[in-house]
C-alpha cells in the first residue's frame, strides 16, 4: 500500500510538472507570435534600401506626416470637447431626456467610421439630398453657390470623432461618478460658479480618465484605413496598403509601418502613463453628488448638446443606409451574401475562441507563475491593441511569405513536388492577425473578472492535486463564465468591422462583408455598401446593448 500511494504521489507530481511546462510553452508561443509582426516590420524597414526611404521622403512621406498630425489633433479636441461635456451634463446635471441620453451617448460605438463615412457621403455629396435641395429651392447652378466637402481631411476627422467620442464619454461618465460631492460643494461655498466649479475642481480630478480616452480615440484614428481611403486623405494607413498591394513595394510598406508603429507606441506609452502617474483624492467624506437642476434656456440647450452627437452619429446615418439599402434592390438573401455572412461569421467566431482562449492562457499562466517571463508574456499580448491592423497585416505577410517560397523551393527541388503558398494563402493567417490585434481587448475583460477569484481558490485547487491546467479548466472558466462570454461577443464584433488586415491578408476570392461594403463603396455604388454596412452596424450593436445594460444598473 505504501508504494502504491508513492507511486501515485509521483504520477501527480509528473502530471503536474507536465502540465505547468505546457503552459509555459504555449504561453511563450503565444507571446512569440504576438510579437513576430513587429519584430519583421523593424527587420523589414532596417533592410529595404534607402532609395525607397529617399523615394518616401521626396514624395509622400510629409503629406502622410502631415495628414496623420491634423487627423489626430482634430479628433482629439473633438472626442475631448463632446465625450468630456456629454459626461458632465448627463452625470452632474439634471435636464430633459438626460436618462435617455445616458444611453444613447454610447451608440456610436457600434459603428465604423467608414460606415459614416459612406452615409454622409450619400446625404452631403453633390448628388446628395442636402445639395440637390438646396439647388431646387434657391434655383443655383453648381457653380453658384460653395459648400464644404465631405470627402476630405475634415470630412474624415468628423466621421472618426462621431464615432470615438463615446471611448471619452465613458470614461469621462466612470470618473465624475466616482467624485465625491464634497470637493464641487467646497469650490462652490468658496465663491465659485458652476461652471469655474467644473473647470478648476471637477475636470482636474477627471484628468488622467479623460486623457486615457482620448489617447483611445487617437490610437483608432492612427489606425483606421477605411474612412481615410474612401476619403482620399493620404495617411501612413493608406500609404501602406498602397505600398504592399498596388506597387508590391514589401520595403517601403515596412519602412511606413515602422513610422506608424512608433507613433502608435508612444500612444500607448502616454495612455499608460496617464493611467499610473496621476493620482487625485477626493477626501475621506465620499458623498454622490446630487445633480444640478437646470431651468430655463439651459435645460433646454443641455437636450440640444446631448441630442447632436447622437442625430449626427447614430440618426442621420442609419435614416440614409436605411434608404440606400432599400433603394439598392439587393438581396441580403441571395447566395453571394450569405456566402459574405458566412466568412465573416466563420472568421469572427474562431478568431474570438483563440483570441479569448489565448488571453486565458497568458493571464493563467502570470497569476500562476508571477515571475519574469509570465509578466513580459502578458505584457507582449497587450501590445496588439496599439498596432494598427495594417502594421500587422504587413508584419505577419513578409515572413511567412518568405517561409512559403522557401518550403516550396525545397520540396519542389528535393521531392519535385509544389506546396505552393501553404500559410498565406489560407484563413490562419489572418485569424493571427485578428488575436494579435484583439488580445487586449480579451485580456482585460480575463483580468477584470479573476480580480474577484481569490488566490486561496488557487491554492485550494493545486493542495487537492490539481494542475495548472486542470485549475483553469475546473475552476477558473466556470468562475469566468460572464466575463469571458463577454469578451467573446467583443473581438466577434471588433473582427467584423477590422478592415485593413482582411483587406491585406485575406485569401483570394475570400471576401467579408467590410471587404463588400469597401469594394462597392470604392466603386461609387454607395446604395449596395449600405446592405452589408447595415449588418456590420446590426452586429456591433450587441457589445453596446450590453454596455448600456451595465449602464443602467450602475446609475
Given at each position: ?10 504520477d ?18 503565444v ?11 523593424l ?20 503629406e502622410?506626416?502631415?495628414n496623420?498630425?491634423?487627423?489626430v489633433?482634430?479628433v482629439g479636441?473633438?472626442?475631448f470637447s463632446?465625450?468630456?461635456g ?12 438626460r436618462r435617455?441620453?445616458?444611453i444613447?451617448?454610447?451608440i ?5 467610421a467608414?460606415?459614416l463615412?459612406y452615409?454622409?457621403?450619400?446625404i452631403?455629396?453633390h ?16 457653380r ?6 465631405i ?6 476627422a468628423?466621421?472618426l470623432t ?17 467624485q ?6 467646497a ?5 465659485r460658479?458652476p ?17 486615457a480616452g ?10 483606421d ?14 500609404g501602406?496598403?498602397?505600398?504592399f ?8 510598406a ?14 500607448a506609452?502616454?495612455e499608460r502613463?496617464?493611467?499610473g ?6 477626501g475621506?467624506?465620499?458623498?454622490r453628488?446630487a445633480?444640478i ?6 435645460k ?8 447632436i ?5 447614430v440618426?442621420?446615418p ?11 434592390e439587393q ?5 453571394r ?11 469572427a ?7 479569448v482562449?489565448?488571453?486565458v ?7 500562476i ?26 508584419g ?9 517560397n522557401?518550403l516550396d ?5 528535393t521531392?519535385?513536388?509544389s ?5 498565406t ?6 485569424i493571427?492577425?485578428?488575436?494579435i ?16 477569484v ?10 487537492l ?6 485549475t483553469?479548466?475546473r475552476?477558473h ?49 454607395l446604395?449596395?455598401a449600405?446592405v452589408?454596412?447595415?449588418v456590420?452596424?446590426?452586429?456591433g450593436?450587441?457589445p453596446?446593448i ?5 449602464l443602467?444598473?450602475?446609475?
Amino acid at each position: 500500500m505504501a508504494e502504491l500511494a508513492t507511486n501515485t504521489k509521483a504520477d501527480r507530481s509528473r502530471t503536474r510538472l507536465f502540465g505547468d511546462r505546457a503552459m509555459l510553452v504555449c504561453a511563450v508561443l503565444v507571446a512569440t507570435l504576438c510579437l513576430l509582426p513587429l519584430a519583421a516590420v523593424l527587420i523589414g524597414a532596417l533592410a529595404g534600401s534607402t532609395e525607397s526611404v529617399r523615394m518616401l521622403a521626396e514624395t509622400v512621406l510629409g503629406e502622410f506626416t502631415r495628414n496623420t498630425l491634423l487627423l489626430v489633433l482634430i479628433v482629439g479636441l473633438g472626442t475631448f470637447s463632446i465625450g468630456t461635456g456629454a459626461a458632465w451634463l448627463v452625470t452632474m446635471t439634471e435636464f430633459p431626456g438626460r436618462r435617455l441620453f445616458e444611453i444613447a451617448l454610447v451608440i456610436p460605438l457600434a459603428f465604423p467610421a467608414y460606415v459614416l463615412a459612406y452615409a454622409y457621403t450619400h446625404i452631403l455629396d453633390h448628388p446628395g439630398i442636402v445639395q440637390s435641395t438646396l439647388r431646387d429651392v434657391m434655383g443655383w447652378g453648381p457653380r453658384d453657390y460653395w459648400f464644404p466637402e465631405i470627402r476630405s481631411l475634415g470630412g474624415a476627422a468628423a466621421m472618426l470623432t462621431l464615432v470615438l467620442y463615446p471611448y471619452v464619454y465613458l470614461l469621462a461618465r466612470t470618473a465624475f461618478l466616482r467624485q465625491s460631492a464634497t470637493t464641487f460643494l467646497a469650490a462652490r461655498a468658496l465663491g465659485r460658479g458652476p461652471w469655474a466649479a467644473f473647470l478648476t475642481v471637477s475636470l482636474p480630478l477627471a484628468r488622467p480618465a479623460i486623457a486615457a480616452g482620448v489617447l483611445l480615440a487617437l490610437m483608432e484614428t492612427i489606425a483606421d484605413f477605411g474612412t481615410v481611403a474612401y476619403f482620399s486623405v493620404r495617411t501612413f494607413s493608406t500609404g501602406i496598403y498602397t505600398s504592399f498591394v498596388s506597387l508590391a513595394d514589401r520595403a517601403a510598406a515596412s519602412q511606413l509601418a515602422l513610422g506608424l508603429l512608433a507613433f502608435a507606441l508612444l500612444l500607448a506609452l502616454l495612455e499608460r502613463q496617464s493611467r499610473g502617474s496621476s493620482q487625485f483624492h477626493n477626501g475621506k467624506r465620499i458623498e454622490r453628488m446630487a445633480p444640478i437642476k437646470l431651468s430655463g434656456w439651459s435645460k433646454w440647450a443641455a437636450t440640444a448638446l446631448c441630442a447632436i452627437p447622437v442625430l449626427l452619429g447614430v440618426v442621420f446615418p442609419v435614416m440614409a443606409l436605411g434608404t440606400m439599402a432599400f433603394e439598392s434592390e439587393q438581396n441580403l438573401l441571395s447566395r453571394r451574401y450569405i456566402g459574405f455572412l458566412t466568412n465573416s461569421v466563420t472568421l469572427a467566431a474562431i478568431a474570438a475562441v483563440l483570441t479569448v482562449g489565448a488571453a486565458v492562457l497568458l493571464g493563467s499562466f502570470n497569476r500562476i507563475r508571477k515571475d519574469a517571463t509570465s509578466q513580459a508574456a502578458l505584457y507582449i499580448g497587450r501590445l496588439g491593441y496599439a498596432v494598427p491592423g495594417g502594421v500587422i497585416a504587413v508584419g505577419l505577410l513578409v515572413p511567412f511569405a518568405r517561409f512559403d517560397n522557401a518550403l516550396d523551393a525545397w520540396m519542389e527541388a528535393t521531392f519535385g513536388i509544389s506546396t505552393g503558398l501553404l500559410i498565406t494563402g489560407s484563413i490562419w493567417l489572418l485569424i493571427a492577425a485578428y488575436m494579435i490585434r484583439f488580445m487586449a481587448a480579451a485580456i482585460g475583460a480575463y483580468e477584470g473578472g479573476i480580480a474577484q477569484v481569490s488566490d486561496n481558490i488557487d491554492a485550494a485547487s493545486r493542495l487537492l492535486g490539481q494542475t495548472a491546467t486542470g485549475t483553469i479548466r475546473r475552476v477558473h472558466i466556470p468562475l469566468l463564465t460572464p466575463s469571458l462570454l463577454t469578451a467573446l461577443l467583443v473581438v466577434f464584433v471588433d473582427v467584423m468591422k477590422e478592415l485593413p488586415a482582411t483587406l491585406i491578408i485575406r485569401p483570394f476570392n475570400w471576401d467579408t462583408l467590410a471587404v463588400q461594403a469597401y469594394r462597392l463603396a470604392s466603386d461609387e455604388r454607395l446604395e449596395g455598401a449600405a446592405v452589408p454596412s447595415l449588418v456590420i452596424v446590426a452586429v456591433g450593436l450587441l457589445p453596446v446593448i450590453l454596455l448600456c445594460r451595465t449602464l443602467g444598473r450602475n446609475t
